[in-house]
């Protein structure tokens, strides 16, 4: 019995080691073409994890031994992969990924079966202390355990795992919406069709219904859309809305893209079919020269800092300040600072504008906080939160997130609802908000919320009138009250 425990001892110690080695030192962070992947390995079952934050992971049966292998991707070079897909396409991209996936990994795997020999050194050295015979051996059991388990890996590693694996996190969606690959276009254009027949639906419902003052002739509707950050389902979302509701123009408070890439241009070909004036003001993830790309389309209408009027109803727009975040991280009080930085400048616009302005459109309402009091409405995004308030006799009005996700350019995040809002204005000089819907359609069911907010009934009656106290200082202020500091 005894020598039995003499025996077991190392192997349990060595696995041990093994274990704490892999655990503490074993991830490797490496270059895969322009994509920054991090390589864990790690004792448990033979799957393979590819993580991809902050949309979710996806697992796939691919090999036997008792070893579970992960790839967390930590950044995307936005501007090597541009020019990787410019220069070779796709194909061109994936064989560089493959050929530095072919050095990294070999290099990872004797850095697992390393760091397992040195985690089964230190718990030797604290078991056996100077009894070199098991601290040798317990060292050599975890060298070979994971030398060993690494080795059958390799043999038994099945890359068409990958056809199914299973998804969680916000890709759970992708698992209902494209299971075999051979059928993603059937699938979608299922889920599309599913969506049209829910919201036309609704909507004609909904219109045939007139249970307020909102729906006389003559009055003025527009769309109000924000961060669609190239969602599909988003655009078509839109469309149906500004249909369904016979919208006479929209307002698009920015983030329509993601990255900032020529690759997203593609989005202005369903903008240029909306078939109605869009007004547009760029996001923090819109790029200058897609600003420029959006000025060519016939209907749209772009404010950087100009004004323009629809249906008597004058707009001023101002562009975010901040790039991409691919192409310029900040921290969330540098972020805040430039983008508070813009306020004085557009309450200068503002009070120099030859005619009153009816509705400010920015992306991020902190660059708009000194014209409360000067304006009746301020309409913006950014936060993927709806919201609502009052200053000075100025309504703020925050749209969600109207493509329903964060990154994703093809799938909403089950989670985060379709949301957009329809402005009922009353002709006049000056025309005057007096409704607004509030529009929103879950990506997963489908089910659609129409809630209709009477401003005079839930606000009062508003009239614009500045403080009298000077507005603090951007450093005073810390942004608007209950804003997160920045969203994705």
């Known amino acids: 019995m005894r020598r039995l425990v003499r025996l077991a001892l190392p192997l349990a110690v060595g696995l041990a080691g093994a274990w704490l080695g892999m655990s503490v030192w074993g991830a490797s962070r490496v270059d895969m073409g322009p994509f920054v992947v991090r390589l864990d390995t790690q004792f448990g079952r033979g799957v393979t994890d590819i993580v991809l934050p902050p949309l979710g992971h996806l697992t796939a049966n691919t090999h036997s031994a008792p070893l579970r292998l992960s790839a967390t991707l930590l950044d995307v070079r936005i501007s090597e992969l541009t020019r990787e897909l410019s220069a070779g396409g796709i194909d061109g991209l994936v064989a560089r990924v493959q050929a530095d996936s072919g050095h990294a990994l070999p290099l990872h795997a004797f850095r697992a079966i390393a760091v397992a020999g040195f985690g089964a050194l230190l718990l030797g050295a604290l078991a056996f202390r100077t009894r070199w015979v098991p601290l040798v051996s317990t060292i050599l059991i975890a060298m070979s355990l994971v030398g060993g388990s690494e080795i059958l890996a390799l043999a038994t590693f099945r890359s068409g795992a990958f056809a199914t694996p299973t998804f969680s996190g916000s890709l759970a969606l992708a698992a209902d919406i494209i299971p075999p690959v051979r059928s993603a276009a059937t699938k979608f254009d299922e889920f599309r069709a599913q969506l049209e027949r829910v919201v036309d639906g609704a909507i004609k419902v909904y219109t045939s219904i007139q249970t307020s003052p909102v729906g006389e002739a003559g009055e003025i509707r527009v769309l ?44 202005l070909n369903d903008i240029a079919s909306m078939g109605r004036p869009y007004v547009w003001v760029r996001g923090n993830h819109d790029s200058r020269a897609f600003q420029e790309a959006m000025e060519k389309l016939p209907n749209a209408i772009v404010l950087d800092g100009t004004t323009t009027e629809l249906d008597g109803i004058r707009l001023y727009g101002k562009g975010d300040p901040i790039k991409p975040p691919t192409i310029e991280r900040l921290s969330d009080a540098v972020f805040e600072s430039r983008v508070l930085a813009v306020d004085p400048f557009v309450l200068s616009d503002v009070e120099r504008a030859p005619q009153p302005v009816d509705i400010v459109a920015v992306h991020d309402d902190r660059m708009a906080q000194s014209v409360a009091g000067h304006v009746p409405l301020v309409i913006s995004g950014h936060f993927h939160v709806n919201g609502s308030r009052v200053q000075d006799g100025t309504l703020y009005l ?39 819907d509030l529009i929103e359609q879950s990506p997963k069911t489908g089910a659609l919320t129409v809630t209709r907010h009477l401003v005079e009934q839930e606000f009062g009656t508003l009239t614009p009138s500045p403080s009298p106290s000077p507005m603090p200082s951007p450093t005073e202020t810390g942004g608007l009250a209950g804003a997160a500091s920045r969203t994705p």
């Open 224 to 267: 109000h859309i924000s961060d669609i950050h190239l969602s599909p389902l988003g655009l078509e979302f839109a469309k149906q809305i500004s249909d369904g509701f016979d919208v006479d123009f929209i307002v698009d408070t920015g983030d329509t893209t993601s990255f900032g890439t020529p690759p997203e241009n593609v989005v």
């Open 398 to 436: 925050r749209v969600g997130t109207t493509g329903g996700s964060n990154f994703a350019t093809f799938l909403p995040d089950e989670g985060i609802p379709l949301s957009a809002e329809v402005l009922y204005f009353e002709p006049g000089t000056p025309p005057r908000l007096v409704a607004y």
